[in-house]
C-alpha cells in the first residue's frame, strides 16, 4: 500500500471509476467509550473489504460551551438525541485524542488506510503527528473556512461532506482549499439528517456538484441500509461513506443509522456490482457471457420426416429451439413451399431445402 497520499487517494479515485467504489467506513462514537470495542469494530471492517476507516477528531470542548441553554440543547423532538445537552453528547460520542496513534496503527496493520475529520487546529495537530492521510471535512464544518484552509496547508487530500451547503458555499470551501494548496479534493453530496429518510438523499445532487465544480464526487450517507448508497454508485458516485457499529442493538449515540458488519460487507460488495452494471457504452446484440442463451434462439425446424414434393405448412415446421435454421420472421415466405428432397425430423430449415414456390 503507497504511503503517499495524493497516490493513495488517486489509486482510490481510478479503481472507483472502472471497478469497486471507495468505501469509507465511519467509526464515529461506536466505539461506545470502549477502545477494545474500537479496535474490534476495525477488525471488522478490515474483513468486509472495504479500503479506509474514518475516525473524528474532537472534545467536548472544542465542540461547544459546558451549557444547559436551550441554544445548547438538541431539540426535543429529534429522534435520536432530543432534549440532550451538547457538551454532554460530544464528550460521549467523542474519540479520546490519547487512543488515535492505536487506532491508526492497528488499522494500518489490517490493510486499511486510516483519517479522520478534524474539528480544530489542535485536531489537525494530533492528526499530522498520527501521519492521517487525508482529512475530512464535516458538512457543519464547511462554513469553517479557516479550518478548511489549515487542513489544505498540509498538503493532503480533503473529503468535504456537502450536507446543508449552497452551491455558493461549496465553491468558497472548494476556493479555500486550493488556495491553501490542498492536493486532491472529492465532495461528498449529503443529507445532514439523522438518520435520513431516503425520499431526502437528492442524489441528482451528485451530478450537479460534479460538473458545477469538477471534481470527483461520492454520497456521505446516513439513512437506513445500503440502497440509496448502490444507487449513488450507479449514478456515478465514486465515494460512500457509511457508519458501522458491531451491533446496532447496543443503542449507542450513532447506532440507529450505522450498519454492522455483515451489512458493510455487501454495500461493498453490491457497490462494486453496480459500478460494473454501469460500464461505459452501450451494448447490443450478443454480448459476452450471452453465446450459450443465444444458442436457443427460436428458429425453423423441420417437426416430421417429409418427402420430396410435400410442402411447408403448420405440420411440417414450426419454430421452435434451438438457433439454427431459417428465422422465425421467414415462416410466412416459406409455408406453401415444396420440399426439394425427403428430410428428417429434427433437421434446421434451411433454403437449400425448399424448392421455389408453386404457382404464379
Excluded at 82 to 105: I, M, N
Excluded at 137 to 147: C, K, M, Q, T
Excluded at 245 to 255: C, F, K, M, N, P
Excluded at 264 to 279: F, K, M, W
Amino acid at each position: 500500500m503507497t504511503t503517499d497520499p495524493g497516490a493513495l487517494v488517486a489509486q482510490l479515485l481510478a479503481d472507483a471509476e472502472t471497478a469497486r467504489p471507495w468505501v469509507i467506513a465511519e467509526l464515529s462514537a461506536n466505539h461506545d467509550g470502549s477502545l477494545e470495542r474500537a479496535l474490534a469494530t476495525i477488525d471488522a471492517i478490515a474483513a468486509t473489504g472495504a479500503q479506509t476507516v474514518k475516525f473524528q477528531t474532537y472534545t467536548a470542548d472544542s465542540m461547544t460551551l459546558d451549557s444547559t441553554e436551550p441554544a445548547f440543547r438538541v431539540t426535543d423532538g429529534h429522534g435520536l438525541w432530543g432534549g440532550r445537552g451538547l457538551y454532554d453528547l460530544y464528550r460521549e460520542a467523542g474519540t479520546p485524542y490519547e487512543w488515535h496513534a492505536q487506532l491508526f496503527s492497528h488499522a494500518r496493520e489490517r490493510g486499511l488506510t486510516p483519517f479522520s475529520s478534524p474539528f480544530d487546529a489542535a485536531a489537525v495537530e494530533l492528526l499530522e503527528s498520527v501521519d492521517c492521510a487525508v482529512y475530512k471535512i464535516a458538512s457543519a464544518e464547511l462554513l469553517d473556512l479557516p479550518l478548511i484552509r489549515l487542513a489544505a496547508s498540509t498538503g493532503k487530500p480533503l473529503v468535504i461532506s456537502t450536507g446543508m451547503a449552497t452551491l455558493g458555499e461549496v465553491d468558497a470551501a472548494l476556493s479555500a482549499a486550493r488556495g491553501a494548496g490542498s492536493g486532491q479534493v472529492v465532495l461528498l453530496s449529503c443529507t445532514a439528517a439523522y438518520p435520513a429518510d431516503p425520499a431526502q438523499s437528492h442524489l441528482a445532487n451528485i451530478a450537479v456538484l460534479r460538473d458545477a465544480f469538477g471534481v470527483p464526487v461520492g454520497l456521505s450517507d446516513h439513512t437506513p441500509g445500503i440502497g440509496v448508497p448502490i444507487a449513488a454508485v450507479a449514478l456515478g458516485a465514486v465515494a460512500v461513506e457509511k457508519h458501522i457499529t458491531l451491533s446496532r442493538d447496543g443503542g449507542g449515540v450513532d447506532s440507529a443509522f450505522s450498519l454492522e458488519p455483515s451489512e458493510l460487507a455487501a454495500l461493498v460488495r453490491e457497490c462494486a456490482a453496480a459500478r460494473a452494471a454501469v460500464s461505459p457504452g452501450p451494448a447490443f446484440g450478443v454480448r459476452p457471457g450471452e453465446e450459450e442463451t443465444a444458442r436457443f434462439r427460436r428458429s425453423l425446424w423441420v417437426t416430421r420426416d417429409v418427402a420430396a414434393g410435400e410442402v411447408v405448412g403448420p405440420d411440417t415446421v414450426r419454430a421452435l429451439r434451438p438457433a439454427g435454421g431459417l428465422l422465425p420472421g421467414t415462416l410466412e415466405q416459406v409455408t406453401g413451399r415444396p420440399f426439394a428432397r425427403a428430410v428428417r425430423r429434427g433437421t434446421p430449415l434451411g433454403w437449400d431445402l425448399l424448392d421455389a414456390p408453386v404457382g404464379p
